[in-house]
């Protein structure tokens, strides 16, 4: 299975402005544990997750004062929408991330997350036993 047949086409985009509260609200709401950050002053696309804001807050940092751009990944590992879930799998594990943002031509694809790998893994094992 590719990438593509796996990720979240549902892409959380989050401004460099937008505070750490913010950022946080829409990723609880949606349900996901990232935001993809599009800075137009910046090349790229970054990335900023729940654990960021975890170690934001963890650090005494106030969530109503602290802005994304201070959190963001930028050294990101992009995901292309042909690699299988088994490549994916690998960049993560080596990477120590939970998250790959998928680009192709640099356009935002979605977003693939280990839950994602889990959950289609789980499906074909579920789907074997039968």
Not at 60 to 75: A, F, N, S, Y
Request: no cysteine.
């Amino acid at each position: 299975m590719r990438v593509r047949d796996a990720m979240s086409s549902q892409v959380l985009i989050v401004g460099p402005e937008h505070t750490l509260r913010q950022a946080a609200q829409m990723m609880a709401a949606r349900g996901i544990g990232s935001a993809v950050v599009i800075d137009p002053d910046s090349e790229g696309v970054g990335i900023m997750t729940e654990r960021d804001v975890l170690k934001a807050i963890g650090a005494g940092l106030d969530p109503d004062v602290e802005r994304t751009w201070r959190h963001i990944t930028w050294d990101v590992v992009y995901a292309g929408p042909q690699w299988t879930l088994e490549e994916a799998a690998v960049a993560m594990a080596r990477g120590g991330f939970r998250h790959l943002v998928v680009i192709e031509d640099s356009d935002v694809l979605g977003v693939i997350s280990v839950r994602d790998i889990m959950r289609v893994w789980a499906q074909r094992t579920v789907a074997a036993s039968v």
